[in-house]
């Protein structure tokens, strides 16, 4: 199978064949972490850049040892960090590293389509690590490649997504991603935090997309409960009474999760607040996949790396 875009963008962009053939390619790639000696020599000579102007902790780790464990060049950059603070813009930035020939460069940024900008300015491989609320097409594969694992197919299942959709670009990814493979996606939170093109979204996923009108219905005989955090540091009014009130309404508890699917898998994307969106015997409990969710980011990032620089697919 074939995966011929230079960057990755979105999983808006991508064919199932697409979707498959990353998925695949990560299954193949697990068993390296597994190793007592973690390192393939796939991306000798190959160098990546992390360019991060958000904070993280999964993403870019996991792009890292990514990176290291296929022997590429591994190097993080943060806005923080870097001469972005004495006023360069993002496209003077991407220009200068890409004077130093980078094979990828993983960007995360708060605006909407900042990696789409760069892909059309540099040579180098772009692959979004979430821009604004737009989308993290990584979390959403590895997320497939969770359920996949634990499910063994994707296609026919009912997940819901919970929580802060207006300021998530997790769940925008996944809907994409999950509607595009078949499963039936139901979307759940308070009404002020479901942003109105998901509708539209509805409309362009066949049917196959819902709004739930309670947390409850979202929830209601799931085969996967996917929470997502509230994202405050994207809000500049206020969308609840307060977090208490919101725990109550929206939180996952084990109670709430009995209206699942007695099988049903838990999934978040973190990093998690305990006791806001999702309670601590939750996270705790068999059913939580969110240390496997991070433990999958690694072979998913392994194989996009893979799949833009490393084959001879492009
Ligand atoms: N899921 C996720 O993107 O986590 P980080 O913000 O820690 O990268």
């Given at each position: 199978m074939a995966f011929n875009s230079k960057d990755l963008l979105g999983i808006r962009d991508l064919t199932v064949e697409d979707i498959e053939t990353v998925l695949e390619t990560a299954e193949s790639f697990k068993e390296v972490s597994a190793r007592?000696?973690?390192?393939?020599?796939?991306?000798?000579?190959k160098t990546v850049i992390n360019l991060f102007f958000e904070p993280s902790t999964r993403t870019r780790t996991s792009f890292e040892i990514a990176a290291k464990r296929m022997s590429a060049d591994a190097v993080n950059i943060s806005a923080t960090t870097s001469s972005i603070t004495k006023g360069e813009t993002l496209i003077d930035t991407a220009r200068n590293l890409e004077a130093m020939s980078p094979d990828a460069i993983v960007i995360r940024h708060p605006s909407p389509g900042a990696p789409h900008q760069l892909a059309g300015l540099v040579n180098a491989s772009i692959i979004n690590g979430g821009d604004g609320a737009h989308e993290h097409p990584t979390q959403a594969l590895l997320d497939a490649f969770t359920i996949r694992e634990h499910?063994?197919?994707?296609?026919?299942l009912k997940i819901a997504i919970v929580g802060d959709?207006?300021?998530?670009r997790v769940a925008r990814s996944n809907t994409h991603l999950l509607t595009k493979l078949g499963a039936h996606v139901r979307i759940g939170g308070p009404r002020t935090m479901i942003p109105p093109d998901y509708q539209k979204i509805a409309g362009a996923c066949e049917g196959s997309l819902t709004v739930a009108s309670s947390v409850d219905e979202a929830i209601s005989g799931a085969d996967v409960v996917m929470m997502l955090r509230i994202q405050r540091e994207r809000?500049?009014?206020?969308?609840?009474?307060s977090l208490k009130e919101y725990s109550i309404q929206y939180g996952l508890t084990l109670r709430r999760l009995d209206l699942a699917d007695r099988d049903c898998i838990v999934m978040h994307p973190g990093p998690i607040n305990r006791g806001v969106e999702i309670n601590s015997d939750v996270v705790d409990s068999k059913r939580s996949l969110i240390l496997d969710q991070v433990t999958n980011g690694v072979a998913v990032r392994m194989a996009v790396l893979f799949l833009l620089v490393g084959s001879e697919a492009r």
């Open positions: 007592a000696i973690k390192k393939v020599p796939t991306l000798r000579g499910k063994k197919r994707i296609s026919g959709i207006m300021h998530s809000m500049s009014e206020a969308f609840f009474p």
